[in-house]
Structure formats: C-alpha cells, structure tokens
C-alpha cells in the first residue's frame, strides 16, 4: 500500500472509520487499525465503530469532516492481507464487507444533506473471520502496511 493510493483520495479534514467484530479473527482489523493510528498521533478524527457504525453517525457528522474512510475486512478475492481501495459504488451491493447491510445504511445516513462529502472504503482481505480466532499474521502485517501509508498521507 502506497501513501499516494491513500492521499490523492483525502481532501479537507478527514474522519477515518474502523469497523469490525475483535472476536472474529481478522474481521476485528478496522479496530485494531484505529488503535494503531490513535499511537501515532494522526492529523484525522478517529473511531472504533466496531459491529455498529450506524451507532456513530452524530459523532462522526459533528466533526465537520469532508472525507470519511471506512475501513473493514472485505472478501476481495486477492491473498489474505491485500489492501484495497474502493469507491462506495464498488462497495454497495457487492456483499464485500462482512457488514454489508450496516454499511450501506451508514453511509446512506452519513451522506444526507452533504453532497460533497468525500467517502471511501479501504478493504483488508482476511484469512479467517471465524468466532474466537486472533488476527492472522498476514492481517497484522496488511494493517501495519495500511498504517504507515495513512500516516505518511495524513502528515
């Protein structure tokens, strides 16, 4: 993952979204990405919506933001740990995430009344979204790659 991928997409002030269930293996990434911005001091508003970002709308939309990054395992179809950015018309209806019903509701909500709001989806490809699992060693190294690019495009 390149920094560029990441920073030719930002405009304005920038929220970034972490969804996922931690008790479900590599599913649990957008937390744990969150987590990880949130030592590095980063310049964007950050929140762990967990398995309920519809539950967030008001304090995501109260920060004014003009893009919104939504970060969420996703079956890609590519090697457990690929990253990949997609549109929300990439996203919608194409049962990528592990949330889809959720996410499209939530980005609909988000989306009311701000036309020119900027939102993206960065997906991370899991090897296993089963109960009880910790995040794969290629999880772990596609968030920490994901990390570093987020960043340097947000210094």
């Not at 990054?69 to 996203?91: F, H, N, T, Y």
């Amino acid at each position: 993952m390149r920094s560029s991928d990441i920073k030719e997409r930002l405009k304005g002030s920038v929220a970034v979204i972490g969804i996922g269930n931690i008790m479900r293996g590599d599913d649990g990434c957008g937390p744990k990405f969150i987590e990880g911005l949130r030592k590095r001091n980063t310049k964007a508003f950050l929140f762990d919506c967990g398995t309920v970002p519809e539950n967030y709308i008001f304090p995501i939309l109260t920060t004014s933001c003009d893009t919104i990054v939504l970060v969420d395992a996703a079956d890609l179809k590519m090697a457990p740990g690929s990253i990949k950015v997609l549109s929300l018309a990439e996203v919608s209806g194409s049962g990528l995430s592990t949330h889809n019903s959720s996410l499209r509701l939530f980005t609909d909500l988000l989306m009311t009344g701000r036309d020119n709001l900027n939102i993206f989806v960065v997906s991370i490809q899991p090897r296993s979204i089963a109960f009880g699992e910790p995040l794969s060693e290629e999880m772990i190294s596609g968030i920490e790659a994901l990390t570093e690019a987020f960043v340097e495009a947000l210094a």
